[in-house]
């Protein structure tokens, strides 16, 4: 059974940088499309980010573009979230998220896509 554990989350200004981990056990993640959700207080999980399982193909939303990288290293059986430029409205808990998926693109960022999740860990962007 794969199990996903997230950290790295914190407080930060807007403005600063954060990076989430996503450690993997159970089983390894060569053969995973992995993502990244949020979800703030009283709002639904959004999807965030995700990559293919050999990492060609990455997809982010709209909000994010320009300002999160995600990334992988198969090695390590970890999946990575660089979030920079941070704002208030990024705050949020962040949850990894994978789904057992061949091929060039990731599939598209719905929680139904990913059948395996993370605890979530938390992201505070304040001044």
């Known amino acids: 059974q794969l199990q996903l554990v997230e950290s790295g989350g914190g407080s930060v200004q807007p403005g600063g940088s954060l990076r989430l981990s996503c450690a993997a056990s159970?089983?390894?993640?060569?053969?995973?499309?992995v993502a990244w959700f949020r979800q703030a207080p009283g709002k639904k999980r959004e999807g965030v980010s995700c990559m293919s399982n050999s990492g060609a193909g990455t997809g982010y939303v709209d909000s994010v573009k320009g300002r999160f990288t995600i990334s992988r290293d198969n090695a390590k059986n970890t999946v990575y979230l660089q979030m920079n430029s941070l704002k208030p409205e990024d705050t949020a808990v962040y949850y990894c998220?994978?789904?057992?998926?061949?091929?060039?693109?990731?599939?598209?960022?719905?929680?139904?896509?990913?059948?395996?999740w993370g605890q979530g860990t938390q992201v505070t962007v304040s001044s």
């Open positions: 159970g089983d390894t993640l060569d053969s995973y499309a």
């Open positions: 998220a994978t789904t057992y998926h061949s091929g060039s693109t990731c599939p598209p960022l719905d929680i139904l896509e990913y059948d395996y």
